[in-house]
């Protein structure tokens, strides 16, 4: 049995972004709330600052262009 048959969601970090997970079914966030998956691929976010916690909404980019 090889590391291919197992059916596991792909993850890439986007640097300074969201976390990009393809394949997954369902995502649960830290309080334990699992949110149902019905597209390829999702962006979570990782700044903590979404307004549609646990997905990306963009805000990221505002918090990043304002530090500069
Ligand atoms: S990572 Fe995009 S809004 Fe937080």
């Known amino acids: 049995m090889t590391e291919r048959d197992f059916p596991h969601p792909d993850v890439v970090l986007e640097p300074h972004g969201p976390m990009l997970v393809r394949g997954a079914t369902s995502i649960e966030d830290e309080e334990g709330t699992v949110h149902a998956v019905?597209?390829?691929v999702v962006a979570l976010c990782r700044c903590a600052k979404s307004?549609?916690?646990?997905?990306c909404d963009g805000t990221h980019k505002v918090l990043r262009r304002n530090r500069s």
């Open 38 to 40: 019905d597209r390829p």
């Open 51 to 55: 307004s549609r916690l646990p997905w």
